[in-house]
């Protein structure tokens, strides 16, 4: 079975920094691009980073370019996202999800349930 749990969210004011974790199990870890998204209230669903598992390529949206870093711990099978300059802005829930094979671009099937993050001002 599928899984993966994200751990890290917290409250946080602005300017300050929270590190997120994504655990993975119940598939081979290395074969699988893991995406990063959020979802504010109200909002739509919006990608914020993900890392290949060809050739560790990352991406990331414009809006967190720059403050946001991913990266992987395949001995771990962990996946981290080291947020920094937090602005009120990120403030939503953050979910993991594996993609559907290596690529970030082929779209992602396996979500984790998510874990809360506010940025106060």
């Known amino acids: 079975e599928v899984q993966l749990v994200e751990s890290g969210g917290g409250l946080v004011q602005a300017g300050g920094s929270l590190r997120l974790s994504c655990a993975a199990s119940?598939?081979?870890?290395?074969?699988?691009?893991i995406g990063w998204f959020r979802q504010a209230p109200g909002k739509e669903r919006e990608g914020v980073s993900c890392?290949?598992?060809?050739?560790?390529?990352?991406y990331y949206a414009d809006s967190v370019k720059g403050r946001f870093t991913i990266s992987s711990d395949n001995a771990k099978n962990t996946v981290y996202l080291q947020m920094n300059s937090l602005k009120p802005e990120d403030t939503a829930v953050y979910y993991c999800a594996a993609g559907a094979n290596w690529s970030c671009l082929s779209g992602f099937g396996s979500w984790g349930q998510g874990t809360q993050v506010t940025v106060s001002s």
């Open positions: 119940g598939f081979t870890f290395d074969d699988y691009a």
């Open positions: 890392i290949s598992s060809s050739d560790g390529s990352t």
